[in-house]
């Protein structure tokens, strides 16, 4: 079956339940894609000796099962890492130099859960260092190509997920999002990404990039995938992660189909449309791709409301100091005396910390550093830190305000299609303001989701938003599961999925 | 540090005209199996790095989750000093590098400690002095760097061990309330005593479970607080009065020649038994404090403060009061037997054993204490059990055994063992009570000395000695002195 890499992976699912194919088979043809398009960038580990041995082994509790005790619906489906989270059986880099070579001990907490699930790890994704960019172009092992035009970014930080799911290398990948790094990269790929609430997902396991925003999530083709991957990816995991929610686990893709009435199927969906998401800024491409969705949504029986998120611009400052103040202090770790890289010549233990940190780290890893231990210092902390999590509780409390008129929330992911690789009129800021309506949410710890509704300049794809109450992953999940049953814009290849067989 | 001016009222010692002020922050290790915020064992002594886990050993993708039983043992602090003990605290991660501190940063508490203040009572001499205590935070402890003279270090490199890396610790911080340095270790021991009473902490000292860092200054009479020098790691009562004594006389001696102190951080060398400052104010770090972003705040409700207030042992404070009514004993016995849990503990059974408490007392606070202190052992080593002890002071209360006969039985008990009645009768200490044969004695001696028996009448009560003396030796010692003066007055009455 040449074309396997099609398929979703509910359908594929469906096919190795059936055993009309194997693990193994689908391993192989991955493994094999991943070869030929090597190229993009998006892969920085295989090991098809390990992969191989967990298709068998999913092969054999197919094989097992019988119809009164099933195998797991999501086994022997293959899914690539990206590189933030740890993993015992491939090195682990999270982009960065000074990780090189890395071996974790343990897997996190995500990774056991979607292998325990039955998921066949094919590798690990190249990501920006240490999750930082909205591009991939910040990762020491190169830059990732969009599967749609590769002369252009795939977004950041989970660009190598993204890449990979929109090429055909992996019918689904893990992401994590801290300022939008699963639902900006997912955008701009043309593919369907979800960040869930915050505590959701264990973040044991995770190297970290700012400990109150990092949440984990799945990215596919569709929103009944991402619905299949957040139920084995979530869980509470109270042992390992204080800041994990104490909740049972939850089957997201019950509700898909949830519908008050039989012919429309978002029939008394309030749709929360915030004014601040299409002020100047928004480029026309885009908004022309959202407005028709929105259309669509309320051919759906939704209704749309006018509301207001008053500082959604203040999100940008505030992430950019809260951000990068838990960053500087989280890679403090990072210090050449245990793993990871240690300069090569030093005179003393402070010459060895700076040589070892400025080789390893890359210049945005770096900058972030510098600004969140600024923010940090003696005398400026009021200023910027504390003053930043009043607002951070604001901007919360602005959405409170804006969920007592609707139910989810809808706009663009990013103010633009991706742009292009190694643009050199781009500068660190272009890409900080970029950020502008994933940020929010972020900070809020809300659960936030991109599918895909369209073309832009380009013919790049354009991704829109949609922002759910906390907890609210099965109403975002059912509305995009709705608009993608009577759309057809998830189904678009890239010209790397259909371009020549594998 | 504000009503420091309102304490200083108190009689002070001077020196050299001088009034002194120490404050303590004591760091105290919590006797928890497991680390306050990952699993790994917190045994002392092991082999280097093999009690850490990812967590201690800040491997990316690991985070720290709270040890309940170190928050346990914060309460217990906090209800045996009468503290506030906070509904909600922070964690904050205290950023530095150094290669002992695997995250470069350590997990304490900075603006919203879980123990407010509250305070310690004890006895200096006859005087009454109490601290006031700022406050007590949960903390990580770190590695430990080994140099040169260990057997990771050396060849000009250091040696990093991690095992001590995560170990929970309560930084207990007093005000600066101590004027000498006496006062100052008096409230170490009691802070110690209560530490290790209410089983929070093993207070080994010599294994850094139980670390002081004086703040030392000094100031004329009426004068601000001067400029303070922190003494770090002080591990053992001794060196504590000999470093700030030291600290003292310098300062005294800076003052006088007309310098000025610098705010400074400084070592006690015991070999030297002088202080070395290691760095000034002008190199302090600043630490960048900010709340963990891993930990949600500390949240501790009433109910759970009440369990563990049922839980707590009766404190020592109370103990001794309670001793001092029941057993009729004075402040300072009751004080001496509430000096650990298991030395009040021998004297409660032993007493309710054979019903002597004042008996009791006099033996613990002499022979068993001597030989304890000879011994350097502590009471649950003692090789003379309770129920020996109380069988010992039974035998002497029921005229059986004369004190010095007791003390003879003591020593073989203590060295050998064996059956109390076994050992007087082996050694024939049994007094002499039959009131026959004893008359027959006084008779006899009293018939022998006639010129005694003269004085005394005139009034010389010295003359009496004499004559018990003799009594004393014609029984061979066996006599019972009280019966022996008793008959003697009676006889010459």
Redesign the interface.
């Known amino acids: 079956m040449q074309d396997l890499h099609l398929l979703t992976v509910a359908q594929t699912a469906d096919l190795l339940q059936a055993k009309k194919v194997s693990s193994l088979e689908l391993a192989e043809h991955y493994l094999a894609r991943v070869n030929k398009h090597e190229g993009l960038g998006a892969f920085l580990a295989c090991k098809p000796e390990t992969t191989a041995l967990a298709a068998k082994a999913a092969d054999a509790k197919i094989a097992a099962a019988s119809s009164s005790n099933l195998a797991p619906r999501l086994t022997g489906v293959p899914i690539a890492h990206k590189d933030i989270f740890v993993t015992k059986d491939f090195v682990t880099t999270a982009g960065s130099k000074m990780l090189q070579g890395y071996r974790s001990p343990f897997d996190a907490t995500v990774v056991t859960k979607l292998a325990d699930a039955g998921m066949v790890t094919l590798g690990k994704l190249n990501c920006d260092e240490f999750a930082m960019g909205s591009a991939n172009e910040n990762s020491f092992y190169g830059k990732v190509q969009n599967p749609w035009d590769t002369s252009r970014v795939p977004g950041g930080s989970s660009g190598g997920s993204a890449a990979a799911v929109a090429a055909g290398l992996a019918p689904a990948a893990t992401g994590t999002d801290t300022g939008g790094s699963i639902r900006q990269p997912a955008s701009f790929c043309g593919i369907t990404g979800i960040k869930p609430t915050y505590g959701r997902a264990s973040r044991y396991g995770m190297v970290a990039y700012a400990s109150s925003l990092d949440q984990a999530g799945p990215m596919a083709r569709t929103a009944e995938d991402c619905a299949l991957l957040l139920s084995a990816m979530c869980g509470a995991d109270l042992d390992r992660d204080s800041t994990s929610l104490d909740l049972p686990p939850e089957d997201f893709s019950r509700g898909l189909n949830d519908s008050i009435s039989s012919l429309r199927k978002l029939q008394g969906l309030r749709v929360g449309i915030p004014k601040e998401f299409f002020a100047d800024g928004l480029a026309s491409d885009v908004r022309t791709a959202i407005d028709t969705a929105l259309a669509e949504l309320e051919k759906l029986g939704a209704k749309l409301v006018p509301i207001s998120l008053p500082r959604t611009e203040l999100a940008i400052p505030v992430y950019y100091i809260i951000a990068p103040a838990e960053a500087a202090s989280n890679l403090s770790r990072f210090d050449g005396v245990k793993f990871g890289h240690r300069a090569a010549d030093y005179k003393d233990l402070s010459d060895m910390y700076k040589k070892t940190r400025t080789e390893g780290f890359g210049e945005e890893v770096r900058r972030r550093i510098m600004i969140g231990n600024y923010v940090l210092s003696h005398g400026y902390y009021d200023a910027y830190y504390l003053q930043a999590q009043r607002i951070r509780r604001m901007i919360a409390d602005d959405f409170q305000q804006a969920f007592k008129n609707c139910d989810v929330i809808a706009g663009p992911v990013a103010p633009s299609v991706a742009w292009k690789l190694g643009d050199k009129d781009r500068k660190p800021l272009d890409d900080y303001l970029a950020d502008i309506y994933t940020l929010p949410a972020s900070l809020a710890g809300l659960p936030g989701m991109s599918i895909p509704v369209g073309f832009g300049e380009g013919n790049m794809p354009v991704g829109m938003q949609l922002i759910g109450n906390y907890l609210q992953e099965g109403r975002l999940l059912n509305a995009a599961h709705q608009y993608q049953l009577a759309t057809d814009w998830h189904t678009k290849l890239s010209p790397l999925m259909t371009g020549g067989a594998a | 540090m504000k009503n420091a001016q309102t304490t200083t009222t108190q009689k002070s010692l001077l020196v050299q005209g001088f009034e002194v002020v120490i404050g303590f922050e004591t760091h105290a290790q919590l006797s928890t199996q497991s680390k306050i915020f990952s699993r790994a064992p917190t045994a002392f002594g092991a082999e280097p790095n093999t009690q850490a886990c990812?967590v201690d050993?800040?491997?990316?993708?690991?985070?720290?989750?709270?040890n309940v039983g170190a928050v346990e043992r914060a309460i217990r602090l906090g209800l045996a000093l009468g503290s506030h003990i906070a509904e909600r605290s922070v964690f904050a991660?205290k950023?530095y590098?150094y290669?002992d501190l695997?995250?470069?940063?350590q997990i304490s508490q900075f603006e919203i400690p879980v123990v407010q203040g509250g305070e310690v009572s004890f006895f200096l001499g006859d005087e009454k002095k109490t601290v006031r205590l700022v406050r007590a935070h949960l903390e990580e402890d770190a590695g430990k760097s080994l140099h040169e003279d260990s057997t990771l270090g050396g060849g000009g490199m250091s040696g990093?061990d991690l095992n001590r890396a995560g170990t929970p610790l309560l930084e207990i911080v007093t005000e600066p309330d101590m004027r000498s340095s006496a006062e100052a270790v008096a409230y170490a021991k009691e802070l110690h005593k209560i530490v290790t009473w209410i089983g929070i902490c093993d207070g080994n000292m010599q294994e850094g479970s139980f670390r002081c860092d004086a703040n030392v200054s000094v100031r004329r009479p009426g004068e601000p607080l001067g400029t303070r020098r922190e003494i770090k790691n002080l591990n053992s009562f001794k060196f504590m009065q000999q470093a700030i004594d030291f600290e003292v006389r310098w300062q005294i001696e800076q003052l006088e020649d007309g310098k000025a102190i610098e705010q400074a951080t400084v070592l006690f060398n015991p070999d030297t038994g002088e202080t070395r400052a290691m760095r000034t104010k002008e190199d302090a770090a600043?630490y960048?404090?900010?709340p963990d972003?891993?930990?949600?705040p500390l949240v501790i409700g009433r109910d759970w403060v009440e369990q563990v207030r049922g839980e707590m042992p009766e404190l020592p404070r109370v103990m001794a009061e309670r001793f001092q009514t029941q057993y009729a004993l004075s402040e300072y016995d009751a004080t001496a037997l509430t000096s650990s849990v298991a030395f009040a503990g021998y004297f409660e059974t032993a007493t309710k054993a054979c019903g002597q408490p004042k008996l009791v007392s006099n033996w613990l606070a002499g022979e068993v204490s001597r030989r304890l202190n000879q011994d350097e052992a502590s009471i649950e080593a003692c090789p003379v059990s309770h129920t020996q002890l109380a069988l010992l002071v039974s035998r002497i209360a029921d005229g059986t055994l004369s004190n010095n006969a007791a003390k003879q039985v003591f020593d073989v008990l203590w060295t050998d063992g064996g059956d109390i009645d076994a050992i007087i009768e082996a050694k024939g200490l049994k007094q002499m009570n039959d009131s026959g044969a004893l008359t027959k004695i006084v008779a006899d001696v009293i018939a022998a000395n006639p010129k005694n028996v003269d004085e005394f009448k005139a009034g010389n009560a010295k003359a009496l000695n004499a004559l018990v003396g003799q009594i004393m030796k014609t029984s061979g010692g066996k006599a019972n002195p009280a019966q022996v003066n008793a008959l003697l007055k009676n006889a010459l009455a």
């Open positions: 990812p050993l800040a491997l990316p993708g690991s985070l720290p989750v709270m991660r950023n590098f290669p695997p995250k470069g940063y990093i600043d960048r404090y900010f972003p891993d930990l949600p």
